[in-house]
């Protein structure tokens, strides 16, 4: 997995003060992407042991975030890779995890490596940007299709269960 940038305080990514973090690598290709040079997933610094320590370090290290985010590209890119980050960084920060993909929740419960990942994450913002709906007034998603799903709610009652933030 590659980091393409990591924004250590934003208020963008989701509630409160966030960790993001955005990945190389992207199969979408949604017309109006705002960051369309992650799609390769070839550009940004390889996620190896030292990188992990520093960024594990990073947010135990501050206070006053409420969170990470996750996003890119696409985190869920390389699943296999992304499944071992999430459970070390749920295991060694103890945090609220969000992330952002263009797979839908019912998408990612049909593979078994995907749905293990969604297992670390508290908020998954799902679904491919639509231009054609966007808008503007919305909280933490790009176009109106998107959802922000409560994954532990949603994987125990078997429903989607949705957040909404006003």
């Not at 135990?60 to 699943?79: A, C, E, K, Y």
């Not at 960084?89 to 019912?106: Q, S």
């Amino acid at each position: 997995m590659k980091i393409i940038k990591i924004f250590r305080e934003t208020i963008s990514d989701g509630p409160g003060f966030r960790y993001s973090i955005y990945f190389s690598g992207c199969s979408h290709y949604c017309e109006g992407c705002h960051n369309p040079e992650t799609w390769k997933g070839d550009i940004g610094e390889v996620l190896d042991e030292a990188y992990m320590q520093k960024i594990i370090s990073e947010i135990r290290n501050n206070s006053i975030l409420d969170g990470v985010t996750l996003s890119g590209g696409d985190p869920f890119f390389i699943p296999e890779e992304l499944l071992g980050f999430l459970r070390r960084l749920k295991e060694e920060t103890d945090t609220n995890i969000w992330a952002y993909t263009g797979y839908t929740f019912e998408e990612l419960i049909k593979k078994d490596i995907t749905k293990k990942c969604l297992e670390y994450i508290d908020v998954l913002v799902d679904g491919r940007f639509d231009k054609n709906l966007t808008n503007p007034e919305l909280f933490y998603r790009g176009s109106s299709n998107q959802r922000l799903v409560d994954v532990k709610a949603s994987l125990e009652e078997g429903i989607i269960t949705t957040k909404d933030y006003d």
